[in-house]
């Protein structure tokens, strides 16, 4: 357990992703999950496994298990926060939103992101080999949102 040395992040930032880090939020198996993908970084050797239970459109639960370095760990840690009680069309736009954040993409307006405490990855931009590791557990819950095994939550592919 030691800061990631390839990333000086501002030290508030890097304060609550070392929180995360040590001290992940929801990484324990979910029983009743009705949705889970699994993903990999080798890039960097982080794994993730993302349980998922939707109900009515909505995450209910959301947990996960696995990590790596700090950033994949707290990354997921900090997503599973976010995520609890959204629908999927807002969980969806959240990442596209995070996306954008950590791969710097330009922006159109110069209104804050709106993504909270998931801003603390907004410094990720400057370090292009570290993105994978922030966007692992995200694209992860892509693929657990995608992979539908009830038919009733129609997940839309856009
Ligand atoms: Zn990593």
Same mark, same amino acid.
């Given at each position: 357990?030691?800061?990631?040395?390839?990333?000086?992040?501002?030290?508030?930032?890097?304060?609550?992703i070392l929180?995360?880090?040590?001290?992940?939020?929801?990484?324990?198996?979910?029983?009743?999950?009705?949705?889970?993908?699994?993903?990999?970084?080798?890039?960097?050797?982080?794994?993730?496994?993302?349980?998922?239970?939707?109900? +009515?459109?909505?995450?209910?639960?959301?947990?996960?298990?696995?990590?790596?370095?700090?950033?994949?760990?707290?990354?997921? +840690?900090?997503?599973?926060?976010?995520?609890?009680?959204?629908?999927?069309?807002?969980?969806k736009a959240?990442?596209?939103?995070?996306?954008?954040?950590?791969?710097?993409?330009?922006?159109?307006? +110069?209104?804050?992101?709106?993504?909270?405490?998931?801003?603390?990855?907004?410094?990720?931009?400057?370090?292009?080999?570290?993105?994978?590791?922030?966007?692992?557990?995200?694209?992860?819950?892509?693929?657990?949102?995608?992979?539908?095994?009830?038919?009733?939550?129609?997940? +839309?592919?856009?």
């Amino acid at each position: 357990m030691k800061p990631d040395p390839d990333v000086k992040l501002d030290d508030l930032y890097q304060d609550v992703i070392l929180d995360h880090y040590r001290r992940p939020r929801n990484r324990r198996e979910l029983a009743d999950a009705d949705r889970r993908a699994e993903g990999n970084n080798p890039l960097c050797g982080d794994h993730v496994t993302i349980f998922l239970k939707v109900e +009515s459109g909505v995450v209910r639960e959301v947990t996960f298990q696995g990590g790596g370095c700090a950033i994949s760990t707290a990354s997921a +840690s900090l997503m599973t926060e976010v995520l609890r009680g959204k629908t999927l069309d807002e969980a969806k736009a959240i990442f596209k939103r995070f996306h954008g954040l950590v791969t710097g993409e330009p922006r159109e307006t +110069s209104e804050p992101h709106g993504l909270g405490k998931l801003e603390v990855f907004s410094g990720i931009c400057h370090y292009p080999a570290r993105v994978k590791c922030a966007t692992l557990a995200w694209h992860t819950l892509d693929a657990a949102l995608r992979d539908d095994r009830r038919p009733e939550d129609v997940v +839309s592919t856009e």
